[in-house]
Nanobody
């Protein structure tokens, strides 16, 4: 199992930027693809971005392409989500997740991920 702790959320205005971090411990973090998901009140959890074990492959939801960037530092056991040009519709709880079944493939389905953090709230005011 991989323990994941997100941080970096907060209240910002539309157009601002935030960087979320997800610190991992436990099993070898660098062996796994990682993902970021979000869940807004009353909505399903949705895929935001994912990254392969080396960082060589990434995948993004259409709604965040060009604004968000996922990256990882395996030496620090940390995955990041840089969020620019934030919009009110980005308001949600953001979760990071580990896919212990894949290294290269970046899965977009939440059921493909094995371990989850507790989430960090991002609120974007208009």
């Amino acid at each position: 199992q991989v323990q994941l702790v997100e941080s970096g959320g907060g209240l910002v205005q539309a157009g601002d930027s935030l960087r979320l971090s997800c610190a991992a411990s436990g099993r070898t973090f660098s062996n796994y693809a990682m993902g970021w998901f979000r869940q807004a009140p009353g909505k399903e959890r949705e895929f935001v971005a994912g990254i392969s074990w080396t960082g060589g492959r990434t995948n993004y939801a259409d709604s965040v392409k060009g604004r968000f960037t996922i990256s990882r530092d395996n030496a620090k056991n940390t995955v990041y989500l840089q969020m620019n040009s934030l919009k009110p519709e980005d308001t949600a709880v953001y979760y990071c997740a580990a896919d212990r079944n894949h290294r290269v493939v970046v899965t977009t389905a939440s059921h493909g991920y094995d371990d989850w953090g507790q989430g960090t709230q991002v609120t974007v005011s208009s």
